[in-house]
């Protein structure tokens, strides 16, 4: 599936890759908040010693910044975008539409779902965007 980005979209992920050395293969635009997805194996570069990497880019693009990995699959792919949430199953069922049912451990469902919804949205958005996926249900 081919991701459409935005200009700003655009922008980041030049930014972004002039700043880490990593280049995103998408990008969230959401407020204060950018969501990279990161190519396999290279989220250990974004993220720098100590995190020192990604806490230098979101100091000079202002904003905080969230890292997905990429993956070869859908069921790995949404696994990684609910992280750091400990994910134990991802299962895509293909009824009537595609959906992704998430097995999480009761201690890590407010991790999955976020403050007021936000990392399952993404979650949602991504798995959508990559992978056709039209929903992602925590069970």
Same mark, same amino acid.
């Given at each position: 599936?081919?991701?459409?980005?935005?200009?700003?979209?655009?922008?980041?992920?030049?930014?972004?890759?002039?700043?880490?050395?990593? #280049?995103?293969?998408?990008?969230?635009?959401?407020?204060?908040?950018?969501?990279?997805?990161?190519?396999?194996?290279?989220?250990?570069?974004?993220?720098?010693?100590?995190?020192? #990497?990604?806490?230098?880019?979101?100091?000079?693009?202002?904003?905080?910044?969230?890292?997905?990995?990429?993956?070869?699959?859908?069921?790995?792919?949404?696994?990684?975008?609910?992280?750091?949430?400990?994910?134990?199953?991802?299962?895509?069922?293909?009824?009537?539409?595609?959906?992704?049912?998430?097995?999480?451990?009761?201690?890590?469902?407010?991790?999955?779902?976020?403050?007021?919804?936000?990392?399952?949205?993404?979650?949602?958005?991504?798995?959508?965007?990559?992978?056709?996926?039209?929903?992602?249900?925590? #069970?």
């Amino acid at each position: 599936m081919r991701v459409e980005l935005s200009d700003e979209a655009r922008r980041y992920i030049g930014r972004f890759d002039e700043l880490t050395g990593v #280049t995103p293969t998408d990008c969230l635009v959401e407020g204060d908040r950018l969501v990279f997805v990161v190519p396999a194996g290279e989220m250990a570069a974004a993220i720098g010693q100590a995190g020192e #990497t990604v806490t230098e880019a979101e100091r000079r693009l202002d904003k905080s910044i969230e890292l997905v990995e990429d993956a070869d699959t859908a069921e790995a792919f949404v696994a990684s975008t609910l992280a750091p949430a400990a994910v134990n199953a991802v299962t895509i069922s293909e009824q009537n539409d595609r959906v992704a049912y998430v097995e999480v451990p009761e201690a890590d469902r407010g991790v999955a779902i976020g403050a007021e919804g936000a990392n399952i949205e993404t979650a949602r958005r991504l798995a959508e965007r990559h992978y056709d996926v039209d929903d992602v249900q925590l #069970t």
